[in-house]
């Protein structure tokens, strides 16, 4: 009985080593035919791409600097984003000039009167006053004035502001305007 036992195991695992050994041979089929339809493919891509010649540009006719770029499904649009090949000082720049402007930057230096100074103590402070009586409490480094303004200096009864402007030449210059307390105030 033993043996008439261990006889049919191995008949039945030679039957089914036979239906393996098919599915392996229409598996192996399957793979060579669809990896010579994929070699044909990709043939004729090959064959596409040579016979591409892009097409002579008229003259007068401007193409666009940046296309989107279609290929294999994958396309690439640079709108919106930063061109690599610029510097990020360029970019520095423009945040620069949109910073929010202080309240002491949206008038002219000659409008703006000092009204008190402190000025014998490790950091000098001045009270800057606008045209509307708002009064600002400014220290050396801040910015005051339409023109880029900065305060350099805090003297007894005198601040000095450094401004930047450009002049009828086109080119920029820099002058050191004097504000000084009125003497009907007091100093």
């Not at 030679?14 to 598996?27: I, N, P, Q, R, T």
């Not at 004035?145 to 450009?166: A, F, H, M, P, Q």
């Amino acid at each position: 009985m033993r043996f008439v036992a261990k006889s049919m195991v191995i008949v039945l695992l030679a039957v089914m080593g036979c239906k393996d050994e098919a599915k392996l041979e229409a598996s192996k089929v399957e793979f060579d035919k669809e990896r010579s339809e994929l070699m044909a493919r990709l043939k004729k891509k090959k064959v596409e791409k040579v016979a591409h010649v892009p097409k002579p540009v008229e003259p007068g006719v401007v193409e666009p600097a940046f296309a989107p770029i279609a290929d294999d499904g994958f396309s690439y649009d640079p709108t919106g984003l930063r061109d690599p090949f610029r510097s990020f000082e360029w970019e520095r720049e423009k945040l620069a000039e949109s910073e929010v402007r202080g309240p002491l930057e949206e008038f002219d230096v000659s409008q703006l009167s000092v009204v008190g100074v402190v000025w014998n103590v490790g950091n000098a402070r001045a009270l800057i006053q606008d045209p509307s009586g708002q009064g600002f409490i400014v220290s050396e480094g801040a910015r005051v004035g339409k023109n880029e303004g900065r305060i350099i200096r805090i003297d007894d009864s005198l601040v000095v502001v450094k401004e930047t402007y450009v002049d009828q030449m086109g080119q920029e210059a820099t002058k050191d305007i004097e504000l000084r307390i009125r003497r009907s105030e007091g100093g």
